[in-house]
């Protein structure tokens, strides 16, 4: 009874319209008062305490800082890199766009951020070169998703807060997984240009012009070194690894590239702040339906009905895979990491699936869903940006999403790409 109302008024709240914030805190009233004895006052309690976390305090510096870093010039640097060293390829310039968003994504954490960041410059450029600008913006969209897979990663830190697992673990094990997405997505783009016959553009790099663009870039490819050089090396944790990417693009951007001004300022801290309301919003919400599950122990519940189907690992992880794509597309990757961590979770190390390895998978799976529509945040960042109906973005995007359907299909048969780097750590 309570599982059924709390799960059916959640999603009859988001079919008729209302914010996925609202939804969960909703939901998780109607079962409070219908199904359970708790105090209603606890929503709020938890709601409340759960920002008050020194982790969590991570998730708003690295908004900041891929917000200073996308206006300070970071990206226009990375994507300079890119094109010298992948520019003369057939596809040159979507493949660049992919390579430019692994870079952006090593910084910021974000997937919208990276489609932000790298779109602006990269749409409207392979436009005019002759790209069919559907081509371009799914292209754009589909490597976004790239940022919540590299490290640092947002929902690696929150899968880390609520799973108990080793956050800076987390990243290590993004590292090949991220990587393995990328030249999953370049191949695509090499592909789909030949067949299409896009133009090529630029010449085979010499050694000088990689050095040059190399050294165009450099305070721009530091910033990933010192941020998990600091972290594994024990100079910082990763909360504070986020405050100094903030500290160091600031710097970068006032004093060595020169682009952000203090007027400037202004606009990159409102614009940060406004990204995280509703991420804050939406973490205090999910973490009271959290709250609600693990105290009407309907993780164990749920985690029996799957281990009854199978205690098959692989099979166990296609259909949580299957489950997740599908939950991607209607419920944003922050919620979706809250809300079914501890539900999931006990079910893969039921079945003997390290908890890194299961992050890694989790998190591939709901990159997926910045694609997919309905909610699609990527995809709607990128209709924004190329002024292409979302309708014919997500036509174009097909070939792409297979792409990382199958990549993420390796990294399940593989466990040793998520866990070979993390082993070595240790």
């Known amino acids: 009874m309570t599982i059924a109302i709390l799960f059916i008024s959640f999603f009859v709240l988001m079919l008729i319209g209302v914010p996925i914030a609202i939804s969960l805190g909703a939901s998780t009233l109607f079962t409070m008062i219908f199904a359970t004895k708790l105090p209603l006052g606890s929503i709020v309690q938890q709601a409340f305490t759960s920002l008050d976390s020194f982790s969590l305090l991570a998730i708003p510096l690295f908004i900041l800082a891929g917000v200073l870093m996308g206006q300070g010039g970071v990206s226009k640097r990375l994507l300079r890199l890119a094109e010298v060293l992948v520019g003369y390829l057939v596809g040159g310039l979507a493949i660049g766009t992919v390579l430019a968003s692994m870079f952006f994504a090593?910084?910021?954490?974000?997937?919208?951020?990276t489609v932000a960041a790298i779109g602006s410059f990269m749409i409207p450029s392979m436009a005019q070169k002759g790209y069919r600008t559907d081509f371009a913006a799914a292209v754009t969209a589909t490597a976004g998703s790239i940022g919540v897979i590299l490290p640092p990663s947002i929902p690696f830190?929150?899968?880390?807060?609520?799973?108990g697992v080793s956050i800076g673990s987390l990243f290590l094990a993004g590292i090949i997984p991220g990587i393995?997405?990328?030249?999953?997505l370049m191949i695509v783009s090499y592909g789909i240009a030949k067949k299409e016959g896009f133009p090529t553009e630029g010449k085979f790099p010499t050694f000088m012009d990689v050095l040059k663009a190399i050294n165009y870039a450099k305070w721009a490819l530091l910033i990933p070194v010192v941020i998990l050089a600091g972290i594994y090396s024990g100079l910082f944790s990763p909360t504070e690894s986020a405050a100094v990417?903030?500290?160091?693009?600031?710097?970068?951007?006032?004093f060595v590239y020169k682009e952000l001004t203090f007027k400037k300022l202004y606009d990159v801290f409102l614009e940060a702040t406004l990204m995280n309301i509703p991420v804050v919003i939406i973490i205090s919400f999910s973490i009271s339906f959290a709250y609600l599950l693990s105290i009407e122990r309907i993780p164990g519940t749920i985690a029996q009905f799957i281990t009854g189907i199978s205690d098959n690992m692989i099979i166990t992880m296609i259909l949580i895979s299957l489950f997740l794509l599908v939950v991607g597309m209607f419920i944003d990757t922050?919620?979706?990491?809250?809300?079914?961590?501890?539900?999931?979770?006990?079910?893969?190390?039921a079945v003997g699936i390290d908890p890194i390895h299961f992050g890694v998978i989790m998190v591939c799976n709901l990159a997926v869903g910045y694609v997919t529509p309905p909610l699609g945040v990527n995809l709607f960042v990128a209709s924004h940006i190329s002024k292409v109906s979302v309708e014919r973005i997500s036509r174009a995007l097909i070939p792409f999403v297979i792409a990382m359907v199958v990549t993420i299909i390796i990294i399940i048969l593989i466990p040793q790409l998520s866990t070979f780097i993390p082993s070595l750590s240790n």
Do not use: D, E, K, W
Request: aromatic content about 4%; charged content about 0%.
């Open 106 to 113: 090593a910084i910021s954490g974000s997937g919208p951020a």
């Open 157 to 163: 830190i929150m899968f880390g807060i609520i799973g």
């Open 180 to 184: 393995l997405v990328g030249i999953a």
């Open 245 to 254: 990417a903030c500290i160091y693009s600031l710097i970068i951007g006032l």
């Open 334 to 349: 922050i919620s979706s990491v809250v809300i079914l961590t501890p539900i999931l979770l006990p079910v893969a190390q």
